[in-house]
């Protein structure tokens, strides 16, 4: 079915609830329905497995307006099916919980409510996501009328609750780790329960790294949010800054020059090679491997240094403007590209050699962690994540956008789902990606690399999806016509691949649980914005340090 | 006991403690709230190219071993207890190393409603090292100064005084 049956297909579902429908780009449908149907929109786009819940976009029209929108963006190959919601703006903005049908809503949920103050009807839970525990009730900084004046802390609490002093019940015990990790460069906190060895719930508080951008690019102008996004996360600051002046460009009816298209095409599969050597490096770490820790870091170098002498940084590098790159291949840097290129292959066919047949690691990683097919659906997984379990989730292959439609890429999946298969998945990617970029290489598009750019943005509302090393990167960029952006919010792939770990560590040895959290790749500065708990850890009880000791005593004394 | 620092065995003791903490400096990392774009270069100073473990720098999991806190980021609301948690967890002698725009101003992300601005409002710090993210050579430029300002027994590098708020444990 091509992506025009598809469309036509949904708009066949949704045609009892539909009031209004719009086309307002290519590829995508837009169906206004009421917020006492969407349960059922859901549920008939869900139950023909037509795509899968990208994302919500929540958003506040502003006090002249009175209204306030929640989308629900559902991605199915190139096809974009939004069901949008308007409400009135009033103090009790509620829409019915979908959480029951799609799980990993409740992700998306809980960020409308807390952001944008949706009261989710039915929902497990209204904890914060990824707010401070200070942050007073009833303000929520994506309102319109928000003023940083209205988030003074409340008084008598901590931006930071501590965990209880060693919360046990029964024999069950309550291990935190983080924020600030030995081997995780990132900040986040989780809390383990464990019986023993095996943990029984798990649970996770994110936030940390949480800095408010999607309301700062509201106040900035197209321009200076380019690189506000690249630092969004170092590692994959390309694809952000890419997703971002894609949409941009397509809300200014502006074409890219076939040449800087390519250009991105080289930067972001440098950095995909950079981000997953990153990763496999980390991963061995984990696992107390740390001499490939070491190789891979080292190689590693070997793209830092492309990507210095193609766009003058190693980390950040703005490859992009609005229009086009800044940053050219010539002669020089093409023969040292395809020079690394030929070393990295070696290299990577090597790892993979490693991964797959040293017995130390694979102890580690086979039969660990494993998530079958039906389940990354059900997870909703994205990426590397996703497709090591079969579930062939990528946006290049399934709706190529900028130069990918010149140099296609073929996706790769593994069917075993276990950690070893995402060990395998990411580094076949980059033998994809090596064999692409040489194709760039040798058949640049002449051309200039930029395009004039208008300062100002017509009105209009647009969908960017990019595929980003950890998965999907979905970008919903709204302008009204002037210097600034209306709304920009942004789904990053991490969000979507938490459930993974969570879900999985519930049963394993807590020896596995580092092992678990970095198999997904998980980039808390992307994603920041959850608590999550996935298990049974209802008889828990809170117990002082004292009376933990005096047990202790008691326990051994028999 | 009365110790009288111009006794002999006391100014050989200091010395020897001096050339000890010098040559296994181990440091702590501390991200509060970066892009993870600092947090790599870090990293990758550990790694075969740059390799400060010729240093005898060591990344150090626990700050209760540490000696050298190394700060990212521009201090979230949220991370900052713990920022000052792990800061007063370190033992004395503490340096601490802010790395990245961000860290010393804010960086891209000044006036975001959940970022305080810096670290140095939040602990004292000793060096800045300024770069969005700096390079891991300046990274090892910046910790190596702080060696050898210490190494003739100076006192730490001058810095703005501050009243650090303890935080209820």
């Known amino acids: 079915m091509n992506s025009e049956q598809n469309l036509q297909q949904a708009e066949q579902l949704l045609a009892a609830w539909n009031k209004e429908t719009t086309h307002p780009e290519a590829n995508r449908l837009d169906a206004t329905i009421a917020a006492d149907d969407l349960r059922l929109a859901v549920s008939a786009l869900h139950n023909t497995h037509w795509g899968y819940l990208s994302a919500i976009t929540g958003m506040d029209l502003g006090p002249d307006a009175g209204q306030m929108e929640a989308l629900y963006h559902f991605c199915n190959g190139p096809a974009i099916t939004t069901l949008r919601i308007r409400l009135p703006r009033t103090s009790d903005v509620s829409l019915p919980t979908i959480e029951d049908i799609i799980p990993p809503a409740t992700f998306f949920e809980r960020e409308l409510h807390e952001m944008l103050g949706f009261r989710i009807e039915g929902g497990k839970s209204n904890e914060r996501l990824f707010i401070p525990d200070d942050w007073p009730e009833d303000v929520y900084p994506l309102r319109e009328d928000f003023k940083i004046e209205q988030a003074k802390p409340v008084e008598g609490r901590h931006a930071d609750e501590l965990p209880d002093e060693g919360v046990v019940g029964g024999n069950k015990f309550v291990i935190p780790i983080g924020p600030q990790h030995p081997a995780l460069k990132e900040p986040g906190h989780f809390e383990f329960t464990v019986d023993g060895e095996i943990v029984t719930a798990a649970s996770m508080r994110l936030g940390y790294a949480h800095r408010g951008i999607e309301k700062a690019a509201e106040s900035r102008n197209w321009i200076q949010n380019l690189y506000l996004f690249e630092r969004i996360c170092g590692i994959c600051s390309h694809t952000h800054a890419y997703a971002y002046s894609q949409g941009v460009e397509k809300l200014a009816q502006v074409e890219v020059p076939a040449r800087a298209q390519a250009i991105r095409e080289l930067v972001a599969g440098l950095e995909r090679i950079h981000s997953h050597l990153l990763w496999l490096g980390v991963t061995a770490h984990e696992a107390g491997f740390d001499t490939l820790f070491m190789y891979s870091w080292r190689d590693r170098e070997t793209v830092m240094n492309l990507l210095e002498q193609i766009t003058g940084n190693r980390v950040n590098y703005s490859a992009n403007v609005l229009g086009g790159v800044k940053a050219d291949v010539g002669p020089e840097q093409a023969k040292a590209i395809k020079e690394g290129l030929n070393y990295l292959e070696t290299r990577i066919r090597h790892y993979l050699e490693v991964v797959t047949t040293d017995t130390m690691f694979l102890n580690r990683t086979r039969g660990i962690g494993t998530i079958s097919y039906e389940e990354a659906e059900e997870f909703g997984l994205l990426g590397p994540t996703a497709r090591a379990s079969g579930l062939l989730r990528d946006v290049r292959v399934e709706a190529p956008y900028g130069a990918y439609t010149r140099f296609p890429i073929s996706g790769v999946t593994e069917t075993n789902g276990d950690l070893e298969a995402r060990c395998v998945v990411r580094l076949k990617e980059l033998l994809v990606s090596c064999f692409a970029l040489r194709t760039i290489v040798d058949n640049l598009p002449e051309g200039p690399l930029t395009t004039k750019m208008p300062r100002k943005v017509p009105a209009g509302e647009t969908i960017s999806r990019v595929e980003a090393p950890r998965g999907e990167l979905f970008y919903y960029i709204k302008s009204n016509g002037t210097e600034h952006p209306a709304r920009v919010h942004i789904r990053t792939p991490s969000l979507c691949n938490w459930v993974s770990v969570l879900e999985k560590a519930v049963g394993r040895q807590l020896a596995d649980v580092p092992m678990l959290i970095a198999g997904m790749d998980p980039c808390f500065s992307c994603n920041d914005r959850l608590v999550t708990t996935v298990g049974t850890s209802g008889d828990r009880k809170t117990w002082s340090w004292k009376q933990l000791r005096e047990y202790g005593i008691e326990y051994y004394k028999r | ?169």
């Not at chain 2, 110790?3 to 000890?20: E, F, G, S, T």
């Not at chain 2, 920022?83 to 370190?90: F, N, S």
């Not at chain 2, 969005?132 to 702080?146: M, S």
Request: charged share 20%; proline share 7%; aromatic share 6%.
């Open chain 2, 1 to 169: 006991m009365n110790i009288n620092n111009d006794q002999l065995w006391v100014k050989v003791i200091k010395k020897v403690r001096a050339w000890a903490r010098l040559n296994s400096i181990w440091a702590v990392h501390f991200n509060s709230g970066s892009c993870n774009g600092c947090d790599i270069e870090i990293l990758a100073t550990l790694t075969p190219r740059y390799d400060v473990e010729r240093f005898g720098i060591k990344l150090e999991g626990s700050p209760r071993h540490a000696d050298i806190l190394i700060v990212t980021g521009p201090v979230t609301r949220q991370a900052r207890e713990r920022l000052l948690r792990t800061y007063e967890q370190m033992p004395e002698p503490k340096f601490v190393v802010s790395v990245g725009s961000c860290s010393i101003s804010g960086g891209v992300f000044q006036g975001c409603y959940n970022v305080g601005g810096s670290v140095d409002e939040v602990i004292p710090v000793d060096v800045f090292i300024p770069g969005c993210p700096p390079r891991p050579e300046a990274i090892i430029d910046g910790i190596i100064q702080l060696l050898t300002h210490l190494k003739d027994g100076n006192p730490r590098p001058a810095r703005k005084e501050q009243i650090i708020e303890r935080v209820v444990a």
